[in-house]
């Protein structure tokens, strides 16, 4: 996915990105809003990267991808398009981590616009989705600020989560600065 936004970059993972991912599944904070908002361990981390390098497997502009600031290189979080199965369907979400170091920089709406974008241009998906569990307030202002309107409650997993969507004939006329 040649995916390059105004700061940063998005690339693939690769087997040497384990332990900055393991810094992100490690850290409590950062998962709180993620899944069963608990840390996972080097074994749970392996499985993480798997289903990351499986859904590469499935579409290559998919999954989850290193977000790198062009300045320096830095990894400063991930973020992506992610298949979802929504109940009968089949949905593609915008999903997006920035490590708390890198937070309040705007990474986490800038990246979620260039996916958005490259989503809706470039591989023509009518209806792109967030997955935001409850009291996750900073995640929500980053949906909405790209168009998305909270539309409904759902379950995952047993996880009650927030779905955000917006379609593509009306993503521009809704996003906010």
Not at 118 to 144: C, D, F, T
Not at 163 to 177: E, G, H, W, Y
Request: with cysteine; glycine share 8%.
């Amino acid at each position: 996915m040649p995916l390059i936004s105004e700061r940063l970059y998005f690339r693939p993972y690769k087997d040497d990105d384990f332990e900055f991912l393991m810094s992100m599944l490690s850290d409590r904070e950062m998962v709180s809003f993620i899944g069963d908002g608990e840390p996972k361990d080097r074994d749970g981390g392996k499985d993480f990267l798997n289903w990351i390098y499986h859904t590469y497997k499935v579409d290559d502009d998919l999954g989850l991808k290193v977000l790198v600031r062009k300045e320096d290189n830095t990894p400063v979080g991930h973020a992506g398009l992610v298949p979802q199965n929504i109940g009968e369907k089949q949905e593609i979400e915008i999903g997006y981590w920035i490590c708390r170091n890198y937070r309040n920089n705007g990474y986490a709406t800038e990246s979620a616009r260039a996916l958005r974008n490259y989503g809706n241009e470039k591989l023509n998906i009518q209806r792109l989705i967030a997955l935001i569990q409850p009291g996750h307030l900073a995640s929500e202002k980053v949906a909405e600020r790209i168009g998305m309107e909270f539309e409904k409650k759902i379950k995952i997993e047993k996880q009650e989560v927030n779905l955000f969507s917006v379609l593509k004939k009306n993503f521009d006329n809704k996003a906010r600065p």
